[in-house]
């Protein structure tokens, strides 16, 4: 079975810009969790959709959203980019909400100059 | 919000000896907990899990225990090899809300 895929896996963009990063969570799974992972502050929880929703949210600005399509695969937006956004973010999927069994992808690695 | 940090940022350690990575978690009313492990790359994965109502757990070469009088929490592991070179971190689940909160992990490194 396939893993969880994330693309583009590296990104360099510029402040004021937007970006849009995608997860193809593995077969099967129905829920897809963000996560922004930075030396400093670890891996801090983004949202998470399961059925095309938004069940949680972690404590980050508007700036950031997302969306899930009816085959599971997520994108998230970052709009206005600014240089603390640069950061690996991170995919994970589970088959159930909530789940406490995540898989993860390999991430995508954002840099803003 | 919670706070889960690690004693040590770094850790070296020679092949075949065993690996001790702590953990310090905040929130009293955490019920779960995962430690992950992350090699340079790649996303985390799964190593080993612990629930409150347990003090010890053991894994294939991995051992995680739970100290809930002084919130730490531990991952050995026995006998490390080069393949365990990666960050290592720990998350917590609070018994309410559905959100983990992560460490910002150890670098372990082993020495051949």
């Known amino acids: 079975k396939a893993g969880v895929t994330q693309t583009p896996r590296y990104l360099i963009k510029t402040r004021g810009q937007q970006v849009t990063l995608s997860c193809s969570p593995i077969?099967?799974?129905?829920?897809v969790s963000w996560y922004q992972q930075t030396p400093g502050q670890g891996l801090q929880f983004l949202f998470e959709y399961f059925s095309e929703t938004q069940r949680n949210k972690g404590n980050f600005p508007g700036r950031f959203s997302g969306r899930q399509f009816s085959n599971s695969r997520s994108e998230m937006n970052v709009s206005t980019l600014e240089l603390g956004d640069s950061a690996l973010y991170l995919c994970a999927s589970s088959f159930y909400s909530s789940s406490y069994e995540q898989y993860f992808g390999p991430g995508t690695r954002l840099t803003v100059t | 919000g919670e706070s889960v940090g690690l004693h040590l940022p770094t850790l070296s350690v020679q092949e075949g000896d065993n690996s001790i990575i702590n953990c310090a978690y905040s929130?009293?009313?955490?019920?779960?907990f995962i430690w992950y492990k992350q090699e340079s790359g790649k996303g985390p994965q799964f190593i080993i899990d612990?629930?409150?109502?347990?003090d010890k757990r053991q894994g294939q070469r991995v051992t995680v225990l739970l100290n809930k009088t002084v919130k730490h929490l531990s991952l050995q592991i026995a006998a490390t090899q080069p393949g365990d070179s990666a960050v290592y971190f720990c998350a917590e689940k609070p018994n309410t809300g559905n959100q983990f909160y992560f460490g910002t992990g150890t670098s372990l490194t082993v020495i051949p």
């Open positions: 612990i629930r409150s109502n347990m």
């Open positions: 077969s099967g799974h129905r829920s």
């Open positions: 929130n009293s009313a955490s019920d779960y």
